[in-house]
């Protein structure tokens, strides 16, 4: 069959695309640097350099395929970064329809419920709005819990203070999920096309709180007495800003920060429990922390 692919060679379109791939399927990345092309054509895939701006190029792109699988690439350019995320998946769900496209796998996020109060994620709310008013085509939203990889951010803070926290609440339980087990389940997704209607399908590998987390890194890295540490929506902004992230992305980090903490982003996730988790669980990205922090 013939996929489209969004998000270049992301943690998640990279290995999705290669395992799409390895079963004799058809696959486009959309990617907006020709410096991919390369890359992209290596792993066995067409490239196809664009931008998610560019309707009538998604269109064209999208013209033929069985499925797409569909993301909002990060920008942190955005003077409003709900808005511009909103944005791309209006996009993207109008070339679905000009395309004729019948089948769309489309990463969201746990806490998609939420249309505000969310930070980025409420951003994605309105993605899987424009998906869901499309008419007759398949559309299965995936919800990833919070990315392990994510704690690679934390690197710095443990490095140079000797503690890892953030705003989720002192002794929060996280929902985690790695990448490649996102990519796992979206290939399974597209090569299956087995959903109808428009559905949500929640991914997690591992549910942890932030004190195990904390334990499970630092004794990963030789710091086995690491400790969590939870701060203010406040101290969480100025602190990203601090790090370099502008102001708009810092703030609505720390609300998506407060929405875990008050337990209303995962509300949804763990009302349809017992779901089956993923492979990858907390002591293996443990190992793949310690590696990135050693090399950092």
């Known amino acids: 069959m013939k996929y489209i692919v969004t ?45 998610v701006e560019d309707i009538a190029f998604l269109t064209d792109t999208f013209r033929g395929a069985d499925a797409v699988y569909t993301m909002v690439p990060p920008f942190f350019g955005a003077p409003d970064w709900k808005k511009h995320i909103a944005g791309i998946g209006e996009n993207l769900a109008a070339a679905v329809r000009a395309s004729g496209v019948k089948n769309v796998v489309n ?29 007759n085509v398949h559309v299965r939203h995936l919800r990833p819990g919070f990315f392990f990889y994510n704690f690679f951010g934390n690197i710095g803070m443990i490095r140079h203070m000797g503690i890892i926290g953030s705003n989720y ?7 985690l999920v790695h990448p490649n087990d996102i990519a796992s389940v979206a290939a399974e997704e597209l090569s299956a096309l087995s959903f109808k209607g428009k559905s949500i399908r929640y991914i997690v590998g591992d549910e942890r709180t932030t004190d195990e987390i904390a334990g499970a890194l630092g004794s990963a890295i030789g710091k086995p007495d690491l400790k969590w540490v939870d701060f203010t929506d406040q101290d969480t902004k100025a602190a990203l800003v601090q790090a370099g992230l502008p102001e708009e992305i810092a703030r609505n980090y720390a609300e998506m920060g407060s929405a875990l903490r008050s337990g209303e982003m995962a509300r949804e996730y763990y009302a349809q429990k017992p779901l089956s988790l993923q492979p990858v669980k907390l002591a293996d990205f443990a190992r793949e922390f310690a590696v990135a922090y050693a090399n950092s």
């Not at 290669?18 to 990617?31: F, G, N, Q, R, W």
């Not at 994620?121 to 709005?129: P, Q, R």
């Not at 609440?169 to 929902?175: E, L, T």
């Open 7 to 51: 998000g270049s060679l992301g943690h998640i379109s990279r290995p999705l695309a290669e395992k799409l791939i390895a079963e004799k399927h058809e696959v486009t990345v959309i990617t907006s640097k020709t410096a991919k092309v390369a890359e992209i054509e290596a792993l066995g895939a067409r490239a196809a350099v664009g931008s």
């Open 107 to 135: 990463l969201s996020s746990i806490g998609a419920h939420m249309p505000d109060g969310c930070g980025p994620v409420s951003g994605l709310y309105f993605v899987e709005k424009a998906f869901n008013q499309l008419e």
């Open 169 to 175: 609440g002192s002794g929060a339980n996280m929902a």
